[in-house]
């Protein structure tokens, strides 16, 4: 389970993998988001978040 905290209500989350294929779409509803990676492969993967003012933050994702 990935826990996304501190989020902005209407934030939109993209994650990728290391091959820029998009592995899920959202946008978050809470502070606080919970998105199932159980059948995620064990990889690297990229959480872009962007919020209601168009600010982007990027974070590398490790799954084992």
Known sequence: MLTLDGLQA??????YDLYG???IQL???NQTEQIAAADWLP???LVQITDSNGN???QKVIKE
């Open 10 to 15: 209407s934030a939109f989350v993209v994650i």
């Open 56 to 58: 982007r933050y990027n």
């Open 27 to 29: 946008t978050a509803t």
């Open 43 to 45: 990889g690297t993967y």
């Open 21 to 23: 294929r998009k592995i």
